[in-house]
Each structure stands twice: as C-alpha cells, then as structure tokens.
C-alpha cells in the first residue's frame, strides 16, 4: 500500500527515471511489471505499444520537462494488436473500425516481411518475431522520428527496447545499447 507520506511527496513534483511506451494489455501493468512505485515511470499505454504523434509527444514531454534520459519501448508475448495485424496480413477480413485500423496500421509495415519470408509457416516463431519487430519499429521512430528526441538524444536520452513474457514474468532487452547480459531484467 503506498504511504501518505509518499503520495504528499509526490502530489507536487515527478521526477521519474524513466519513460515506457507499453502495451495497454490488462495483463501488463508496467510499475508492477518494473517493481516501481508512484513516479518512478512515465507511462503511456496504447494498444500494440504503437508510435503516432501523441506518444511522441508524451515521449518529449517527459523528457524535456522531468529530465527522463531512458526510453524503453516494451512489447509482451501474446499480444492481440500483434495478432490482429498477423490475421489480417494473413487474409481475414479487416476491421469496419477506423480507430482499430489505425492500430494495426502502424504495426502493418514491422510484420509485412515475416508474413512473406519462411517464418510465416511457424505461427509461434513467427508471433515471437513480430512482436520484436514492432518493438524494433517503434524503438527507431522514435529514435529518429523527432528532432526534439534525436536532440535530446545528444544529451543522453536513450531508447531501448524490451519483450515481456506474460507466462515467466521476465522482461528480455533486446534492442538498443543495454550492455551487459540480454538476459531477463526486473527494472528498465
């Protein structure tokens, strides 16, 4: 339970640490997926941990106002905006939705290669390795996708990127200078 000391601390300033841009999956809620408390993380949440021009404005926000220099872009197995672009680039019939259209529209182009490649005939392999690639994507727009960041970037913002595993509750980082083992992480 968080103490009132902690939440009269933190009513009038933040100063987290770090940015995630992650799944709005109910199963992956990221202070607890990080073992952080109240303003340890500057969270945006959004289907498919896709970038449009507001994440990338949360993104520099944070950056700029709080100082954040760490950037983590985290994707997580099973993930259904993954699932739906997979399904969709696989023939079923797409979504009357605008607002869903757009979702798996901007994860289209990090998936279109694995669907044409070999990989398509292993469902399992291939779900693993679109969420990594979507990550991967999402990682460079942002990255590269904003002068304010590539700014920022200068003076050591950086972006990585990181898969959870909703079975094992490990977190791998996998893309971006993390030097050190590859290997499972509890904290950005």
């Not at 933040?14 to 997926?33: T, W, Y």
């Amino acid at each position: 339970m968080l103490s009132y000391t902690r939440r009269a601390e933190m009513a009038s300033r933040q100063e987290p640490f770090a940015i995630v841009l992650g799944c709005s999956d109910s199963r992956v809620p990221l202070e607890m997926v990080f073992d952080q408390g109240l303003g340890d993380l500057f969270v945006i949440r959004v289907a498919g941990n896709i970038v449009a021009p507001s994440q990338v404005g949360s993104v520099e926000f944070a950056a700029s106002r709080f100082g954040s220099r760490l950037v983590v872009v985290l994707g997580h197995t099973q993930c259904g905006a993954i699932s739906a672009t997979l399904e969709e680039l696989e023939g079923a019939e797409p979504s009357a939705s605008r607002n869903l259209r757009s979702i798996v529209d901007r994860v289209r182009p990090a998936l279109e290669p694995l669907v044409e490649s070999e990989l398509a005939a292993d469902r399992e392999a291939l779900l693993h390795l679109a969420v990594r690639a979507n990550v991967r994507m999402a990682a460079n727009q942002l990255r590269h996708g904003s002068a304010l960041l590539e700014q920022l970037a200068q003076d050591g913002l950086t972006v990585v990127g990181a898969e959870y595993d909703l079975a094992t509750g490990e977190v791998e980082f996998f893309d971006g200078p993390v030097h050190g083992s590859s290997s499972a992480a509890s904290r950005p």
